[in-house]
């Protein structure tokens, strides 16, 4: 089974510009998950779509950042503008479904360098 | 309100001895799940771990143990024999059972074994 995808691996951008995150979730999973993990933090849930409607995103700064998951399948995450406090690593995770026992798939993640 | 604590920013081991990390979660909701993660230097998230809180053992996966004690609501992961490879964070999680199951995290451990 293929994992969770994730690109780019690593973003450098400079303040203000603009970027965007893809992820690609395993098949089948109707939980998708955005986290942002900030070095030596716990990662903090930005959003989460249940298929492809927003559930929560009451973490997500929607002033620069949004989020979208069409046709329930891919996602993308956007910032616009960066700050310097937007780097982070930037997670992406699935889950299949409502069984307490499943855990959640994380994909490797987008390194971004905000100058 | 913090969901899941965290308190042990880094703790220390030797190799082939057991190791205790500590995590205490918050939550109103008779059904959830506790998960514990490892995160190398490399950056993936490998679960490692779960317990529902209906479960009325605690969680074995290998060199993993679970000490779930319910009425203080603490869920802490026990690693016997530690390996150099276990040098990593550790962050427990936390999924409630209602609404989404949004999966939320603590701060991390950061443990390291030494020779």
């Known amino acids: 089974e293929a994992g969770v995808a994730q690109s780019p691996r690593y973003k450098i951008i400079e303040k203000r510009q603009s970027v965007a995150f893809w992820c690609n979730p395993i098949?089948?999973?109707?939980?998708l998950y955005w986290y942002q993990q900030i070095l030596g933090q716990g990662p903090k849930l930005l959003i989460q779509?249940?298929?492809?409607?927003?559930?929560?995103d009451s973490q997500l700064p929607k002033d620069r950042f949004s989020a979208e998951r069409l046709k329930g399948v891919d996602s993308t995450l956007k910032i616009q503008p960066a700050k310097l406090e937007d780097s982070a690593v930037y997670l992406c995770?699935?889950?299949?479904?409502?069984?307490?026992?499943?855990?959640?798939?994380f994909g490797q993640g987008t390194r971004l360098t905000v100058v | 309100a913090q969901k899941i604590t965290q308190t042990q920013p880094g703790m220390f081991v030797q190799e082939k001895e057991a190791v205790t990390l500590d995590c205490t979660y918050d939550t109103s909701d008779p059904s959830y799940g506790l998960f514990w993660y490892k995160q190398p230097s490399s950056g993936e998230m490998i679960f490692l771990i779960y317990?529902?809180?209906?479960?009325?053992q605690n969680a074995t996966e290998g060199r993993y143990s679970l000490n779930f004690q319910k009425a203080r609501k603490s869920a802490n992961l026990v690693i016997s024999a530690s390996q150099l490879g276990d040098s990593a964070m550790y962050f427990c999680a936390m999924r409630e059972g209602t609404g989404f199951q949004k999966l939320v995290f603590g701060t991390g451990t950061r443990l390291l074994v030494s020779p």
């Open positions: 317990q529902g809180s209906y479960d009325q």
């Open positions: 779509f249940q298929n492809n409607g927003v559930v929560d």
């Open positions: 098949s089948g999973h109707a939980t």
């Open positions: 995770a699935s889950l299949s479904g409502r069984p307490m026992n499943t855990e959640a798939f």
